[in-house]
């Protein structure tokens, strides 16, 4: 049996296929995760609405912190849904798995842990070294 290199990336096309599984899987996750978390962000509002006959500061200081974590809770799932959408569209350039950086290829072990990862470990702490 033939396995050829898919897009010169040193992966069969097996390999590729399983990848993808695997990202889009965790793209869904994330998807039906967001949607869970508008629903509770409305159901929230809802009950905020409703429940305001008698609040205090302190009552009303509790219900911002709860739309804050709400809100920021969002983000946090778009962000790391878009990570996942990106590393998707790499792997169909056939960019998925090397630096944006330097081009090296990532870790397997370090893509097991993080598959939207888009650099290499060296590139990643020059980064975050510089914006120290």
Same mark, same amino acid.
């Given at each position: 049996?033939?396995?050829?290199?898919?897009? @010169?990336? @040193?992966?069969?096309?097996?390999?590729?296929?399983?990848?993808?599984?695997?990202? &889009?899987?965790?793209?869904?996750?994330?998807?039906?995760?967001?949607?869970?978390?508008?629903?509770?962000?409305?159901?929230?509002?809802?009950?905020?609405?409703?429940?305001?006959?008698?609040?205090? &500061?302190?009552?009303?200081?509790?219900?911002?912190?709860?739309?804050?974590?709400?809100?920021?809770?969002?983000?946090?799932?778009?962000?790391?849904?878009?990570?996942?959408?990106?590393?998707?569209?790499?792997?169909?350039?056939?960019?998925?798995?090397?630096?944006?950086?330097?081009?090296?290829?990532?870790?397997?072990?370090?893509?097991?842990?993080?598959?939207?990862?888009?650099?290499?470990?060296?590139?990643? &702490?020059?980064?975050?070294?510089?914006?120290?």
């Amino acid at each position: 049996m033939l396995v050829h290199d898919t897009v @010169g990336t @040193g992966r069969s096309q097996a390999e590729t296929d399983q990848i993808r599984l695997s990202l &889009q899987a965790r793209y869904d996750e994330l998807s039906a995760e967001y949607e869970h978390a508008v629903m509770q962000s409305h159901v929230l509002r809802l009950v905020e609405v409703g429940d305001t006959a008698g609040d205090d &500061q302190a009552d009303s200081g509790t219900k911002t912190a709860e739309r804050d974590t709400a809100q920021s809770l969002l983000r946090t799932i778009l962000e790391r849904r878009a990570q996942f959408e990106h590393a998707l569209a790499r792997l169909d350039e056939g960019t998925y798995g090397f630096c944006e950086g330097c081009s090296a290829p990532i870790p397997v072990e370090r893509l097991e842990i993080f598959p939207s990862a888009t650099s290499c470990v060296a590139c990643k &702490q020059n980064r975050e070294r510089r914006a120290a």
